[in-house]
């Protein structure tokens, strides 16, 4: 069996590119680790200013708080998102030289109201129709979504709905068919949910009386520009004491996009190349 830890890695892949297009592991995390991640959270949530993603962007008050760049906030972040069971499973469907695109916090604050039925793919910027390539199709995926719950997700606090098996359509939800077919994500903090960008998905309402927390990390092909440009996030001597791993998902030693007339004649790429396809 392909594994990692107690995950079958192929029987994983197939759930997730074939099957029900996701994968909800309870308790994935410590709760040590996640304990840690919600304190950072909130109170960054405390000191930075109010920032919103798109759904929640025209409210007089907040009902909704982005934070942005965690690799660069502590180190709970950077454990969680270079966690050595993510990329394994990711790998298949991305590549072995994915990277990570964002990894940010989400906190809907009572009262907030629910998201439209949506995709990431892959970013949330194509939400328009006149965006969507008229080709396209899911024949392979170009980013996978984590989300890391930091407090439970409950019907009362707007546990994600999705439509399974959605994202074998390369579409943008149909709002009658996301409300008849969508189930909610109900899980205690700790959970890890992993999906195409192109499952059908949305946040719901906080009809409770208190905030819930959310994770949210992007995983992409090494060819897709990230959504945070960690070249400019992320302090450089900083990040001389990150792993491997997590120099690697940000790209901080990728070569491109660079000025290809400025590098050598000679280069390392047919090389590697070669001992790749050797191998």
């Given at each position: 069996m392909n594994a990692v830890g107690d995950i079958d890695i192929d029987r994983a892949v197939a759930?997730?590119?074939?099957?029900?297009g996701y994968l909800l592991f309870e308790n994935f995390f410590s709760a040590e680790l996640i304990a840690e991640a919600r304190r950072s959270i909130y109170q960054l949530a405390r000191s930075e200013p109010d920032r919103a993603s798109h759904f929640h962007g025209d409210e007089t008050e907040a009902a909704q708080k982005r934070i942005w760049n965690l690799p660069a906030k502590g180190e709970a972040f950077?454990?969680?998102?270079?966690?050595?069971?993510?990329?394994?499973i990711m790998a298949p469907l991305l590549g072995d030289d994915l990277m990570?695109?964002?990894?940010?916090?989400?906190?809907?604050?009572?009262?907030?109201?629910?998201?439209?039925?949506?995709?990431?793919?892959?970013?949330?910027?194509?939400?328009?129709?006149?965006?969507?390539?008229?080709?396209?199709?899911?024949?392979?995926?170009?980013?996978?979504?984590?989300?890391?719950t930091l407090d439970d997700f409950t019907l009362e606090n707007g546990a994600t709905a999705i439509v399974p098996g959605s994202q074998k359509l390369a579409a943008w939800p149909d709002p009658e068919r996301f409300a008849a077919e969508s189930i909610r994500l109900v899980t205690p903090a700790g959970s890890l949910f992993l999906?195409?960008?192109?499952?059908?998905?949305?946040?719901?309402a906080n009809r409770?009386?208190?905030?819930?927390?959310?994770?949210?990390?992007?995983?992409?092909?090494?060819?897709?520009?990230?959504?945070?440009?960690?070249?400019?996030?992320?302090?450089?001597?900083?990040?001389?004491?990150?792993?491997?791993?997590?120099?690697?998902?940000?790209?901080?030693?990728?070569a491109y996009p660079a000025v290809m007339d400025a590098l050598p004649g000679r280069s390392s790429e047919g090389k590697r190349s070669r001992k790749a396809i050797n191998y």
């Open positions: 759930e997730l590119s074939t099957g029900r950077r454990r969680i998102c270079s966690d050595e069971r993510l990329p394994a990570l695109s964002s990894f940010a916090a989400n906190i809907l604050y009572p009262g907030a109201p629910a998201q439209e039925g949506h995709v990431d793919y892959p970013y949330w910027d194509l939400h328009a129709r006149s965006r969507w390539p008229r080709t396209l199709n899911a024949s392979f995926f170009l980013a996978v979504e984590a989300v890391v999906f195409p960008a192109l499952l059908w998905h949305a946040g719901q409770s009386q208190r905030s819930r927390a959310a994770l949210l990390g992007s995983y992409t092909c090494k060819s897709i520009k990230p959504i945070e440009d960690w070249s400019r996030c992320i302090d450089p001597e900083a990040a001389k004491g990150y792993g491997s791993r997590m120099r690697a998902l940000l790209g901080l030693d990728y």
